[in-house]
Each structure stands twice: as structure tokens, then as C-alpha cells.
């Protein structure tokens, strides 16, 4: 592990009394820290709880809301329910495609960048929607999102 992790992971452990019940709320710091849950942090937090490696990493793979895999600096999230299916969702889905050069489930390969599809934000008032990091874009066009993802350069 690179020191600098292992620091970090360590700021992070030093919160925690190493009882296995806590494994998900390190879980969530660690990839509240590192953007993901790189394998060695995890074997970190395996070692601490005195839990098999495999349990941590099964209920890292369990819940959709760990990464085991670095992502974009920006999370670029497009709906692709109903709502806004018949109001253009895929074309906005297309045009995001296009401007980054990837698809869903990829990231960009300087890691600013990465694209997933959503079933439903919740936020069909305002479809198409697109959200990146925790931000909502809705009634999206082709030329908002163009112009969206240009100022997030
Ligand atoms: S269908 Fe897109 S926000 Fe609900």
C-alpha cells in the first residue's frame, strides 16, 4: 500500500473500535476518501475488523453504492426512465456519449470523466435529466448538455 493510503486509511480506522459491525461505515468513509475501494484498502479494513477478505469484499460487490473501480472526477449520471425516454433521454444520452467519448460503465482516460444510465432520478417533473456529481440538470436539450459539460471542463 502507498503510504500516503495507508495514511489515510489509517486516519479513517482510527475512528473505529474494529468491531465488524462498523464494516460498512468504513466502507463508506474509505470511498468517500479515495473515490472507490481500491483492493488494498479493503484488505486494510479486512485486517483491522478481523474479517475474512472475502467478506468484505462481497458486501462491497452486494451494495450498488461501492466502487471497486476508480471513476471520472465528475460522475455523469443519465436517465433513461420513461419519463424522460419520450422526452429525448436517449438522444441526450447519445450527445454525452459523444462529447466524452465513452460509454456507460466507462470513465475517461484522464479520470475526469466518467457515464452511467439511471433508471429514474425521482425528478421526472423535470425530464430529460441528467445529473452530474450531486447536481440535477433537468428539461435537458442536446445544446444544454453540450454547453453543461463544456463548463465542467
Ligand atoms: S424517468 Fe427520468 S427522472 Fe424519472
Known amino acids: 500500500m502507498e503510504p500516503d493510503v495507508k495514511q489515510q486509511l489509517d486516519n479513517i480506522l482510527s475512528q473505529y473500535k474494529g468491531e465488524s459491525g462498523e464494516l460498512i461505515s468504513i466502507l463508506q468513509e474509505a470511498q468517500e476518501r479515495f473515490g472507490y475501494l481500491p ?3 479493503m484488505q486494510g479494513i479486512a485486517k483491522f475488523l478481523r ?7 462481497g458486501v462491497s460487490t452486494f451494495y450498488a453504492q461501492f466502487r471497486l473501480t476508480r471513476s471520472g472526477k465528475r460522475m ?14 436517449a438522444r441526450i444520452l447519445r450527445e454525452v456519449e459523444k462529447h466524452l467519448g465513452i460509454k456507460p460503465g466507462e470513465t475517461t ?3 475526469e470523466y466518467s457515464l452511467e444510465t439511471v433508471a429514474c432520478f425521482g425528478s421526472c417533473a423535470l425530464s430529460p435529466v441528467v ?3 450531486k447536481t440535477v440538470y433537468g428539461r435537458m436539450t442536446t445544446a444544454k448538455v453540450r454547453q453543461i459539460l463544456a463548463d465542467t471542463k
Not at 51 to 57: A, C, D, G, K, M
Not at 77 to 88: A, D, E, F, L, Q
Open 131 to 133: 445529473v452530474i456529481n
Open 51 to 57: 474479517l475474512p477478505e472475502s467478506t468484505v469484499y
Open 76 to 89: 455523469v449520471k443519465v436517465c433513461r426512465g420513461t419519463s424522460c425516454h419520450v422526452r429525448g433521454g
Open 109 to 111: 482516460d484522464d479520470f
Open 39 to 41: 483492493r488494498e484498502v
